[in-house]
C-alpha cells in the first residue's frame, strides 16, 4: 500500500526567504505526482504536475523535482512571500489503471510567511 | 474549460439524519470522478471513486455510499449520519491522471 509522508509538518520563516518542501513515497510505480495548495477551510489549487517520466516542472516561483527510483519530490520556493501561507499537499497517483483509482496524499506541510 | 462544482458549502445535520453531497463537472466527458474526506488533523483519504455511470469503488468500508447517475454527477449519501462522518468532503475529477486531478471546493459536514 503507497505511503506518503511530508517533512516538515511545518515550517515558519521570514518573507523573503527560499525554501524547500519535502514528500517521500514508498510505492516508486507511480503514474504521475501532484503538488497542491490548500488555504484554511477551502478545496485544492494545484500547483504543478509531474508524469512520471519527468524529472522537474516550474510555474514562476515554484519548482518541483521528481526522483522516482528513490520515491523523493521536493517543491522549491523561491522568495517566499506572506500571500504563499498556506498548508502544501504532496500526492501520488498509482501506476496500475492509468493513475484512474485516485490520489495517495501525504499530511502536508504547514507553511508561514512572516511578513 | 472544465469547471467542478460542489454544493452545499457547509451543512450541520443531526445525527442519525440522511446526508446527501451533489458534484457535477463541466466542460468534459466521461470523467474519473472521486470523493476525499479531510477529517480534523488526518489527511486527506479516498473514499469512492467512479470510473463511468453506474460503476462505484468503494475503497474504506464505512457509513457512507456513493452513485453516479448520469457522466457528470456524482453524489454522496447516507441513510443515518454518525458523528464520526464530520470532516470536509472533497470531489474530486481527472481524464483517467493523464492531466492530474482536480477538485472542488469542498463541503464542510458537521453532524451534531
Known amino acids: 500500500k503507497q505511503e506518503v509522508t511530508q517533512i516538515p509538518a511545518a515550517l515558519s520563516v521570514p518573507e523573503g526567504e527560499n525554501l524547500v518542501l519535502n514528500c517521500s513515497f514508498t510505492?516508486?510505480?507511480?503514474?504521475?505526482l501532484q503538488w497542491f495548495r490548500q488555504d484554511p477551510g477551502k478545496g485544492l489549487t494545484s500547483l504543478l504536475l509531474?508524469?512520471?517520466?519527468?524529472r522537474e516542472q516550474t510555474s514562476g516561483r515554484l519548482n518541483a523535482s521528481l526522483d522516482k527510483s528513490s520515491g523523493r519530490s521536493t517543491l522549491y520556493i523561491a522568495a517566499s512571500q506572506p500571500g504563499d501561507s498556506a498548508t502544501y499537499l504532496c500526492?501520488?497517483?498509482?501506476?496500475?489503471?492509468?493513475?484512474?483509482?485516485?490520489?495517495?496524499f501525504g499530511k502536508g506541510t504547514h507553511l508561514i510567511i512572516q511578513p | 474549460s472544465q469547471t467542478i462544482h460542489q454544493w452545499p458549502a457547509t451543512l450541520v445535520q443531526p445525527v442519525g439524519s440522511p446526508l446527501s453531497l451533489e458534484c457535477t463537472v463541466e466542460?468534459?466527458?466521461?470523467?474519473?470522478l472521486y470523493w476525499y474526506r479531510q477529517a480534523a488533523g488526518r489527511g486527506l483519504q479516498l473514499l469512492f471513486y467512479?470510473?463511468?455511470?453506474?460503476?462505484i469503488s468503494s475503497e474504506v468500508p464505512q457509513n457512507l455510499s456513493a452513485s453516479r447517475p448520469q457522466d457528470r454527477q456524482f453524489i454522496l449519501s447516507s441513510k443515518k449520519l454518525l458523528l464520526s462522518d464530520s470532516g470536509f468532503y472533497l470531489c474530486?475529477?481527472?481524464?483517467?491522471?493523464?492531466?492530474?486531478?482536480?477538485f472542488g471546493s469542498g463541503t464542510r459536514l458537521t453532524v451534531v
Open positions: 474530486a475529477w481527472s481524464n483517467r491522471g493523464v492531466n492530474g486531478y482536480t
Open positions: 510505492d516508486s510505480a507511480i503514474y504521475n
Open positions: 509531474i508524469q512520471s517520466s519527468q
Open positions: 500526492a501520488v497517483s498509482g501506476r496500475s489503471g492509468g493513475g484512474a483509482d485516485g490520489l495517495t
Open positions: 466542460g468534459t466527458s466521461n470523467p474519473n
Open positions: 467512479s470510473v463511468g455511470i453506474g460503476q
